[in-house]
């Protein structure tokens, strides 16, 4: 097979660009750095189109491999035919190698095995052979041998029935076929192995729909009830059209002796050995393709999320809500250094609410506080009526933002929060974490499992290696996209950024803080275990503020300093002008950029990104994104009606619609029917984790707590 050739068609882009991703990667380089420092070689690829190429260059590879293996084994038999080995080089995916590879497969002492021992085999042929002329009976009591265990004729025909069996249910053909045939016509069915049993699948109690049309949540919920025990689920396969089709394929004498029995063959062929086979690769099929459409959606949400933008100069209170053991308070200046934290008891059984009113509004005074970041978890909806009202009482404007709580256990507890906050119990880590959220919720947000953020949907139920690498290589496209400030970025950051290790991110912060700020992009150099590939790779993402040479605080990297130089030169531009951030316009001067490129001795694409850089130094991509709602006054759900309309942030997207914070503590959901007027396949086509959107209530069921809202006609 010709990868190139193939990733090409599949992607819809270039052979030349296709070839030059590959040795790219080949050669060590990152996804990241590709994307953004060698868009001459590929053609200006994005990072997604990169990451499905590395994808499927992994597969793809695989698969020859796996090819390489199968025809040595095959070959080692004996039994390699220019045609099977020009069937199996042809292969596209694992299945087929694998049906290919299925009769010449060692195989554990089977029902065919044990008939073949007993001299059956022959026997088996003449039936296949369908040109016998006496009865199948007479036949078979030649092969009658009590000291091989073949005491009648009827043992005799029995085994040769399973060698057949086993033939059939071995040809690779078939099986392709069958396959194919039960996912155009097969259904997916479930039923409640106790109809009485209250549970959250009760609407896959009794479910039947047609494979082709299962919907990836569906798939994985199902899956889910069935691993919980409240559900038995099979695949009903259109069977009489495949036995027709096997006994076609099986009998070419339909009126000879042995076409019975070949008929009772392709039963037993289909219902021992294919079907539970079959319906097995199509269950973990359906799986696989739901697994990958959730952790696609998981990753976009996540991207959104991550991609927030930072709330900055503004003094934060974190609030990490509880009843019994008290709220935690932490203030965090504009820079998230923590200034102080405190424990108060607004919610029952103190019910301190005065004590508590007292004690924020001097953090306040004192702090300069402007807004409050509350965790949505126990006792958010206690303490949000104390901030509200709180709020009112303050002679100077303060504002609340409710965060998701998402991951803040999980990072209290962690070994990293313990560094940070070694002097803090993991309630206050907490707070300070609220705060941070909102301030950067990319720098904050790394510290924490991806899989634990909250903006997915069975996450526990996935294969977690495809999920935690299709996650961190979200975290890592964010971060190489925001960029670090090397003098300041946690080690939990440095590690997501392109050509860096947990290691070499670790050793940064232990050279930052053993010689001082870093000056110089250059002095990268001298950190243990970076060496000239990791600096290439990593350079480009790396800010250094007031450094020595303005050009470290933007994202042109070291390898184009030099023509960066000439280029401001050429405008009548020095460095200086770089450092005071007054190249706004430059792009205007340029009239040529081919001819200007090739003065230089760089791509026209490298010059667009250097002008870019150059205008706008180290510019930040969440600027464009939808900013929170800050809110100053409490809503509850009981004060909710239909035809109400409100503004609200998207929390999380999945598969059936979105799930939209419209400021009462219980997301109300806009199913896919109602996020437009237009045809979606998938709500991400329409909304984002994080967008502000207006949402009308439709109805409101306090005793389940459902919200269903509407996008449309507001």
Known sequence: MDIIAKLAEELKIRTGQAEAAVKLMDEGNTVPFIARYRKEATGALNDEVLRSLSERLAYLRNLEEKKETVLSAIEEQG?????????????????????????????????????????????????????????????????????????????????????LAEYISDQAEYRTKIRALTMKKGRLISVAKDPEAESVYEMYYDYDEALQKTAGHRTLAINRGEKEKFLTVRIEAPEEEILRYLEKKTITAPDAETAQVLREVAAD????????????????????????????????????????????????????????????????????????????????????VEEAKKTVKKLVEKYHITLISLGNGTA??????????????????VSYIIVNEAGASVYSASKLATEEFPNFDVGQRSAASMARRLQDPLAELVKI?????????????????????????????????????????????????????????????????ENGEFTSRSQLLKVAKLGPKAYEQCAGFMRITGGKNPLDGTGVHPESYEAAKQLLEKLGYTLADVADRSLAGISRKIRDYGQLAGELGIGELTLRDIVKELEKPARDPREDMPKPVLRSDVLEMKDLTPGMVLKGTVRNVIDFGAFVDIGVHQDGLVHISQICDRFIKHPLEAVHVGDIVEVKVMSVDLKKQRIQLTMKNI
């Open 269 to 352: 062929a289909y219902s021992r050995l294919i079907a539970p086979t079959i319906e097995r690769e199509i269950r973990n099929e359906l799986t696989e393709t739901a697994e990958d459409g959730a952790i696609r959606v998981f990753g976009k949400n996540l991207e959104q999320l991550l991609m927030q933008p930072p709330i900055c100069g503004q003094v934060v209170l974190g609030w990490d809500p509880a009843f019994r053991t008290g709220c935690k308070l932490a203030v965090v200046d504009a820079t998230g250094k923590v200034l102080d934290t405190t424990v108060i008891y607004p919610t029952p059984p103190q019910n301190k």
């Open 380 to 397: 958010s909806r206690e303490s949000e009526q104390v901030i509200a009202e709180l709020i009112k009482e303050l002679p100077v404007p």
């Open 79 to 163: 039994k390699l035919t220019e045609e099977l080995k020009a069937q199996i080089l042809a292969a596209e995916t694992q299945v087929a190698v694998d049906d290919l590879y299925r009769p010449y497969r060692p195989k554990r002492r089977t029902r065919a095995t044990v008939a073949k021992e007993k001299g059956l085999e022959p026997l088996a042929n003449t039936i296949m052979f369908q040109k016998l002329n006496i009865p199948l009976i007479k036949e078979a009591e030649k092969y009658i041998d009590p000291e091989k265990e073949v005491a009648s004729a009827e043992e005799a025909i029995d085994g040769a029935k399973d060698i």
């Open 449 to 513: 499992d991806p899989k634990s953020i909250g903006v997915g949907q069975y996450q526990h139920d996935m294969n977690q290696k495809k999920l935690s690498e299709a996650l961190g290589s979200v975290v890592e496209d964010c971060v190489n996209k925001v960029g670090v400030d090397l003098n300041t970025a946690s080690a939990s950051l440095l590690e997501y950024i392109s050509g860096i290790s947990k290691p070499i991110a670790k050793n940064i912060v232990a050279y930052r803080e």
